[in-house]
């Protein structure tokens, strides 16, 4: 791969050309993580918290798989680790073997992806190396981030909102061939441009959770977030929850930022957030020690404490994301009309509230997933010009991966955390100083906490 570096490096520095870039040799295999088939019931009988990704995450070479019609390879410099990566490290809540199978049944071509090992990894940086039959919009040699949607798009049920094709799937987590290689095989339209102000690394991160918070929060298929509204933004030092942070900011929202330390609740301060509930310090108990009853006293007391907070108004917009642990609390605090936007259960998928909350007050509970093209290619836009910024914490080489992981699946991470791929070192691939100079506090801002 050095020679791809080297091209890379000359771009860098302006000596290198689509021309160089698209004669450049492929090799047959490249570095990739990767769980097995054969590791899926090796963490039986564990609770989850003790499945250790570092023993079922490998970094291994893979073949380099055939470039079908409408796709591109992309030399990847870095990648991020989002939770998706946990779940399929810990096969949680089920392997994702399941997923390469089907989308594997599906054509020729996907057949490709049902393979005994699965390269996972939802984020990339890098540069286009070559593309398929069909690509006329994307060169060799152009930087770019990916973003995570991979739809066939040959049913109309999404051709409104991508999000809703039939065939929609997570790439490098219902896909192969993610990011967290020096290679990843990308649908081209999965493209967008790489923010110019950024490094490699930092331009990595944002991609799943931006667009992610993006639709969840601000678009109309989401909250539909207005300007004055109270939102509650779980885990707001989080993936997810430090990009929702600064939307609300962004948007002329509120944000009521809920963290489980002073550490976590300094970054959101140091966003802009204003009201900030540190859970942990407040004690908060939804359920009891079995986790089989809630206590509705203590939605009570949580929503007391949100109207000390915002002078006695009740919250417009919920950012859901822990699942059953917060959901009764979610729906309590939301005021009359509210909206609740959820997109993932990590603390648990069955969920529990009192319905004659939701109903007598007309709250609505409105689900979310990741975003259609439109709303990544907006998320993304709005990094490119410096208006949400990466929350890049923490930075791995590939070979520490598992560790990345697991920082991530313990909570004992802030932000994003990053991973080099191709990239020797932090710091590469800034083009625009001066955009970077005006944000370099809001970029650093996650850095070393
Ligand atoms: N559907 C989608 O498209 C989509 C996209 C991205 C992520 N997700 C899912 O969303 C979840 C969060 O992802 P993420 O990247 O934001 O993860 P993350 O970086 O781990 O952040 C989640 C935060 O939530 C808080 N939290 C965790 N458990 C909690 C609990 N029981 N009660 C209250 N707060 C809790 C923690 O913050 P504090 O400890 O500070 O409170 C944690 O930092 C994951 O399950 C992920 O798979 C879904």
Request: glycine content about 10%; hydrophobic content about 35%; overall charge negative.
């Amino acid at each position: 791969m050095q020679h791809i570096l080297d091209a890379i490096t000359a771009s860098q520095r302006g000596d290198a050309t689509t021309e160089d870039f698209a004669d450049l040799a492929l090799p047959e295999a490249y570095r990739a993580v990767t769980v097995h088939r054969d590791d899926v019931d090796m963490f039986e009988g564990l609770e989850t918290r003790d499945k250790d990704p570092r023993r079922s995450l490998h970094v291994e070479d893979v073949a380099l798989p055939e470039l079908g019609p409408g796709e591109a390879y992309v030399a990847v410099m870095a990648s991020a680790i989002n939770y998706n990566t946990v779940w399929t490290s810990i096969f949680e809540p089920v392997s994702t073997f399941g997923f390469l199978e089907r989308y594997g049944r599906l054509s020729e071509l996907t057949k490709r992806h049902d393979l005994p090992y699965h390269v996972v990894g939802s984020d990339l940086a890098g540069v286009v190396l070559r593309t398929g039959p069909g690509v006329t919009r994307w060169k060799p040699g152009t930087e770019v981030v990916a973003h995570c949607l991979s739809v066939e798009l040959e049913d109309s049920d999404g051709h409104d909102d991508t999000m809703l094709d039939p065939q929609q799937r997570i790439w490098g987590f219902e896909t192969n061939f993610g990011g967290l290689a020096t290679i990843a095989l990308v649908k081209s339209n999965q493209l967008m441009p790489k923010p110019a102000h950024l490094t490699w690394e930092e331009a990595a991160s944002p991609g799943l959770v931006n667009s992610t918070a993006y639709r969840q929060l601000v678009s109309r298929n989401g909250g539909n977030m207005k300007q004055g509204d109270n939102v509650l933004v779980w885990g707001a030092s989080g993936g997810l929850g430090g990009f929702a942070t600064q939307y609300a900011l962004n948007g002329g929202a509120v944000p009521v930022c809920v963290v489980s330390n002073e550490e976590k609740a300094a970054i959101a301060r140091s966003m802009g957030a204003e009201l900030v509930i540190n859970r942990s310090e407040e004690d908060y108990r939804f359920w009891n020690d079995e986790g089989t009853a809630q206590d509705p006293k203590e939605w009570k007391r949580f929503g007391a404490r949100i109207r000390e907070l915002t002078g006695g108004e009740d919250i417009d917009i919920v950012f859901e994301h822990p699942g059953r642990e917060t959901f009764g609390a979610s729906v309590y605090v939301t005021r009359k009309g509210g909206t609740i936007t959820t997109c993932a259960s990590t603390s648990g998928y069955m969920h529990e509230y009192d319905n004659r909350y939701l109903w007598m007050n007309l709250k609505r509970i409105i689900s979310s997933h990741f975003a259609n093209y439109r709303e990544s290619w907006e998320a993304n836009r709005l990094v490119a010009k410096g208006m949400i910024h990466p929350t890049l914490s923490r930075t791995y080489a590939l070979a520490d991966v598992g560790q990345a992981a697991l920082d991530v699946h313990r909570n004992a991470h802030q932000g994003k955390v990053g991973v080099l791929c191709l990239a020797p070192e932090e710091g590469l691939g800034v083009r625009d100083h001066e955009l970077r100079e005006k944000h370099l506090t809001a970029i650093n801002r996650f850095r070393g906490v």
